[in-house]
C-alpha cells in the first residue's frame, strides 16, 4: 500500500497561454485535481503511475532515482520539470540553468511505506538499463 501526497506548481507567464500548462501538468499526472489561480497552477494527486509508466517508456529510470534521492528532505522529495517537454508527455527534469517560463515543480510527501521503498516502486533500480526486480 502507497499513501503519498503529491502537489505540483507551475507559475504561468504572461506570454504564456493558461491551457497549455494545464495540458503539460495532466499529461504528466492525469490524476491530479488541477486549479487555475492568478499565474498559477496547482495541483494535487496521491499517484505518480502514468509518471512511473512514463519514466520506464523512456528508460531514464536511473536519472530519475538521482534526481528524486538528490531532492530529498526527510520523508519528502522534491523536483523540478521542464513545461514544454511535459506539454509533449516527455518528463524532462530540469536541471541547470532556469528556464524562463519557470518549471512544474513536484513535491512527494511519503507517508507509507518509507521513501525508498516508494522510489524503487516509482523507478526501481536498474542493470545494465533494465529494472531489477526483487521478484523471484
Known sequence: ????????????????????VVDAVANLFPEADIEREPGEIRAE?????????????????DSA???????????????DLKKQAAFESVVNFAVG??????EIHVRVR???PSVEEYVDHVAPSTEDGTPVTDDP
Not at 500500500?1 to 497549455?20: F, G, H, K, L, S
Not at 540553468?97 to 519557470?102: A, F, K, R, Y
Open 65 to 79: 532515482r538521482s534526481e528524486f534521492f538528490g531532492g530529498r528532505q526527510g520523508e519528502t522529495v522534491s523536483f
Open 110 to 112: 511519503v507517508h507509507e
Open 97 to 102: 540553468e532556469p528556464s524562463e517560463l519557470g
Open 1 to 20: 500500500m502507497y499513501r503519498v501526497d503529491v502537489q505540483i506548481t507551475a507559475p504561468v507567464r504572461d506570454t504564456e497561454v493558461t491551457d497549455r
Open 45 to 61: 494527486t496521491h499517484s505518480l503511475d502514468r509518471f512511473s509508466e512514463l519514466l520506464h517508456r523512456q528508460a531514464i529510470l
